[in-house]
């Protein structure tokens, strides 16, 4: 073969919205540790923005939306398995890791429910935005989402209460999430329905607004709990790096 041919045969160009998404994934990790830092370092500029989590996290969700469309859902529905399988891992590997996790550290009691509350919650914003991201199956990711949502008012305060040892109380909170992930999402992916062009041009901007919009939530809960983090940071830490971390070995 040709100098030419090979030149020729060459993979074709990133597009546009590839290009910013490899950026974004690159710098992603950077800004995290950066907001997480800067909101240790000066919590009281950020704790009034507290009400706008929500609206940031909408807005997030919004762009996840706006990338999905009719045909994306269409292989789903032609491939239910990874769907099933993602569904069951959530609600069976992660509160058994968070419960086992508690003896082996040997967690106080309030630490330790929270802990296993955390493994007994399901997938949410950071799952489908870090899918987003990685230019992984946003559709099957905010599928398993949004399934997962769904059964959380009744997975959620069962598997705890199995797990912890006493029930718990359900309440709102789960129609928030319900509303926080599955109403945006609707609402993008029925813009992207009825103005695709429009959105395709934009579509390069949204990872941007994914990154900074997760930063500043990070931002927000961080300034909050300031001072739980110092008192038994480390502690915490180290159970949440390595509930993170099995659960990506066992998933």
Known sequence: MSTSDAVTTQSPALSSEDRSARIAVTVFPLLILAAFAIAMITPDTFKPLAPGVNWALGVIMFGMGL????????????????????????????????WALCYVFGLPDAVAVGVILVGCAPGGTAS???????????ALSVTMTSISTLLAPLMTPLLTAWLVGNRMPVDGAAMDILLMVLAPVLGGFIVRFVAGKF?????????????????????????????????????????VICHNLLGYLFG
Request: glycine share 8%; with cysteine.
């Open 67 to 98: 990338t999905l469309t009719l045909p994306d859902f269409g292989l789903i529905v032609k491939r239910p398995l990874p769907v099933l399988v993602g569904v069951v891992a959530q609600y069976l590997i992660m509160p058994l890791v968070g």
């Open 128 to 138: 489908n935005v870090i899918s987003y991201l990685a230019k992984a199956d946003v």
């Open 199 to 239: 959105v395709e041009k934009i579509l390069p901007l949204l990872p941007w607004i994914s990154v900074f919009g997760i930063c500043y939530v990070l931002l927000v809960v961080v300034s909050g709990s300031v001072n739980k983090i110092l008192t038994s940071g480390a502690l915490i830490i180290a159970v």
